[in-house]
Nanobody, 120 residues
Framework: QVQLVESGGGSVQAGGSLRLSCAASGATDRMGWFRQAPGKEREGVASIWRTVVAYADSVKGRFAISSDNAENTVYLQMDRLKPEDTAMYYC??????????????????WGQGTQVTVSS
């Protein structure tokens, strides 16, 4: 069983930046960030598997996912934030599987979420 704890959410004006962190209680393999806005489906934002990363088209060039394997921590650097980035952001992890994934079904463990609000 792996527990995930997110931090770093908050409120920021459009064009600003935030950095999310997710600390895992144990070793993981694939990790990802998802978000869900009110009334919308959960969306895969970024994923990292070993040194390979992937992003949703909506955040490419603005968000960057990275990991510190020694600390079992994954980060999401979010720059040039837009109001449409407003959502609850969730960290997810799996200990099996091959490759990155932006599909929620590919992840077994989930954090409690951290709110990101971007005002115009």
């Amino acid at each position: 069983q792996v527990q995930l704890v997110e931090s770093g959410g908050g409120s920021v004006q459009a064009g600003g930046s935030l950095r999310l962190s997710c600390a895992a209680s144990g070793a993981t393999d694939r990790m990802g960030w998802f978000r869900q806005a009110p009334g919308k489906e959960r969306e895969g934002v970024a994923s990292i598997w070993r040194t390979v990363v992937a992003y949703a088209d909506s955040v490419k060039g603005r968000f960057a996912i990275s990991s510190d394997n020694a600390e079992n921590t994954v980060y999401l650097q979010m720059d040039r934030l837009k109001p449409e980035d407003t959502a609850m952001y969730y960290c997810a992890a799996s200990t099996t599987g091959w490759g990155f994934s932006l599909r929620a079904s590919e992840y077994k463990y989930w954090g409690q979420g951290t709110q990101v609000t971007v005002s115009s």
